[in-house]
């Protein structure tokens, strides 16, 4: 039969510019998040997490923010720069002993020159 | 490079056969995690080892088993394999630390595809 890809959110953005990608996370019981950068034909990278504790969380150019009440999760990129041109995955577990990661669907972040 | 390493690279093979795909996980690390990763169903958690024992299943085939090895390192096995199959399966690990977060790092991946 056919096979029907996901249908990827797509993110354009002028180099220099920030970068904002959502992510709407489906379970409250979740305590911990991150954000992986994945290339074509590599593994999902690993770039922040934020636990549930916390609604902001800063690294090199990038800043989570988490907020609890409507689930929402979202990285910031400042300054995209062409090499961040990837998919962008957002993932949560669960808290208690549940140690799995459950994926978003993912965001197409394109850098344009 | 994340530390987790994958073998092989690329697999391609037959309807029914059996693979087995191998992982190493980051040195120090006691976790490894299994994921599938196809283009209608995006990143799926097939199964979780820690320091040799099974501690969580996703949603694994009952044609697929997982192991992981004294020296930690895990091997999934595919058998009766079907086109649906064909995917990436990434190997992940974690020093899962109790009470901390336990980020996992991906290796490169397997891709299997099968004819």
């Known amino acids: 039969g056919e096979s029907v890809g996901l249908h990827l959110p797509t993110l354009s953005v002028q180099e220099g510019d920030n970068s904002i990608i959502n992510c709407a996370y489906s379970n409250s019981a979740s305590d911990y998040f991150i954000w992986y950068k994945q290339e074509s034909g590599k593994g999902p990278q690993f770039i922040i997490d934020i636990r549930s504790n916390m609604d902001k969380r800063q690294g090199q150019r990038v800043t989570v923010l988490l907020n609890k009440t409507v689930k929402h999760l979202s990285l910031q990129i400042a300054a995209t720069q062409p090499g961040d041109s990837a998919v962008y995955f957002c993932a949560e577990k669960l808290s208690g002993s549940a140690r799995q990661l459950t994926f978003g669907s993912g965001t197409q972040l394109t850098v344009l020159p | 490079d994340s530390g987790v390493t994958q073998t092989p690279k690329h697999l391609i093979t037959a309807t029914g056969q059996r693979v087995t795909l191998r992982c190493s996980p980051r040195?120090?690390?006691?976790?490894v995690y299994w994921y599938q990763q196809s283009l209608d169903q995006g990143l799926q958690f097939l199964i979780h080892?820690?320091?040799?024992?099974?501690?969580a299943k996703g949603n694994i085939l009952e044609r697929f088993s997982a192991q992981q090895f004294p020296d930690l390192h895990s091997e999934l096995n595919l058998s009766s394999l079907e086109l649906g199959d064909s995917a990436l399966y990434f190997c992940?690990?974690?020093?899962?630390?109790?009470?901390?977060?336990?980020?996992?790092?991906f290796g490169p991946g397997t891709r299997l595809t099968v004819l």
């Open positions: 080892y820690y320091n040799g024992e099974e501690r």
């Open positions: 992940a690990s974690s020093a899962l630390w109790r009470g901390g977060t336990d980020t996992q790092y």
């Open positions: 040195s120090g690390d006691l976790s």
